[in-house]
């Protein structure tokens, strides 16, 4: 059975997706291909990339932003302060946001959300401000809702996210160490209510070592599916 109505989502390893809606438009999330070592090797994106959104300013998230903008002129969506650095290093099209609002962009509504998670950029002998850290909740035409969490530990406000925008799918961090593990994943999946969870932001590291075994194991007799994609992975 499809997951989605003509959409598609591509895990590319760590928290980098890429996805494009049946009326055409493609959003890559937290530009890591060329030094993602779980990238599948020279990932190229089919055609064009409309958007491409950050979730934080860390180098396992933004690494590959500035070659991203060589080659597919997108806009890069993120908060203030990092697209404010993203512009000073000569990227041209920037909507910076900030928690709580939304960008609308033809048939995708995004909105960013709260995350529990540090934000900096390593500079040339200093390390750059970049706001906090977010997530994204992305409201599809004809789609159900997604929500990307980026880096995140558990927080109860999650339940939140439920309320207001009642996402299907989540994108969620099991890696521990960095993020929150399997089993506070397990309750994260609970408190935004979604119904399918694809893992991510494990196995990239050695410290990263949550596995979705375990996050499967964590949610058993909740009616919550975990989708386990492999790098390159496709879900339609
Ligand atoms: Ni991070
Ligand atoms: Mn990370």
Same mark, same amino acid.
């Given at each position: 059975?499809?997951?989605?109505?003509?959409?598609?989502?591509?895990?590319?390893?760590?928290?980098?997706?890429?996805?494009?809606?049946?009326?055409?438009?493609?959003?890559?999330?937290?530009?890591?291909?060329?030094?993602?070592?779980?990238?599948?090797?020279?990932?190229?994106?089919?055609?064009?990339?409309?958007?491409? =959104?950050?979730?934080? #300013?860390?180098?396992?998230?933004? &690494?590959?932003? *500035?070659?991203?903008?060589? +080659?597919? !002129?997108?806009?890069?969506?993120?908060?203030?302060?990092?697209?404010?650095? =993203?512009?000073?290093? #000569?990227?041209?099209?920037?909507? &910076?946001?900030? *928690?709580?609002?939304?960008? +609308?962009? !033809?048939?995708?509504?995004?909105?960013?959300?709260?995350?529990?998670?540090?934000?900096?950029?390593? #500079?040339?002998?200093?390390?750059?401000?970049?706001?906090?850290?977010?997530?994204?909740?992305?409201?599809?035409?004809?789609?159900?809702?997604?929500?990307?969490?980026?880096?995140?530990?558990?927080?109860?406000?999650?339940?939140?996210?439920?309320?207001?925008?009642?996402?299907?799918?989540?994108?969620?961090?099991?890696?521990?160490?960095?993020?929150?593990?399997?089993?506070?994943?397990?309750?994260?999946?609970?408190?935004?209510?979604?119904?399918?969870?694809?893992?991510?932001?494990?196995?990239?590291?050695?410290?990263?070592?949550?596995?979705?075994?375990?996050?499967?194991?964590?949610?058993?007799?909740?009616?919550?599916?975990?989708?386990?994609?492999?790098?390159?992975?496709?879900?339609?």
């Amino acid at each position: 059975m499809p997951h989605f109505h003509g959409m598609t989502l591509q895990w590319l390893g760590h928290a980098t997706f890429f996805l494009e809606t049946a009326q055409g438009t493609s959003i890559l999330i937290d530009p890591w291909i060329e030094s993602n070592p779980s990238c599948p090797k020279g990932w190229k994106a089919p055609g064009k990339i409309d958007l491409v =959104l950050c979730t934080h #300013g860390h180098g396992d998230h933004i &690494g590959d932003a *500035l070659s991203m903008d060589q +080659r597919y !002129h997108p806009t890069f969506v993120g908060i203030y302060e990092l697209t404010g650095w =993203l512009a000073s290093q #000569g990227v041209k099209k920037t909507v &910076g946001m900030n *928690l709580g609002g939304s960008y +609308r962009f !033809h048939d995708v509504n995004i909105c960013m959300v709260e995350a529990k998670h540090s934000s900096s950029i390593e #500079g040339k002998g200093a390390v750059i401000y970049a706001g906090v850290a977010a997530g994204y909740v992305l409201q599809i035409e004809g789609e159900p809702v997604l929500y990307h969490s980026g880096d995140t530990a558990l927080f109860s406000d999650m339940k939140l996210l439920r309320e207001l925008y009642a996402p299907e799918v989540a994108c969620l961090p099991i890696g521990d160490h960095f993020t929150m593990g399997p089993r506070a994943a397990a309750l994260a999946a609970e408190y935004v209510g979604a119904r399918e969870v694809i893992p991510m932001h494990y196995g990239t590291f050695p410290q990263l070592t949550g596995r979705p075994e375990e996050l499967r194991h964590h949610l058993q007799g909740k009616e919550i599916e975990v989708v386990d994609l492999q790098p390159g992975g496709i879900l339609r």
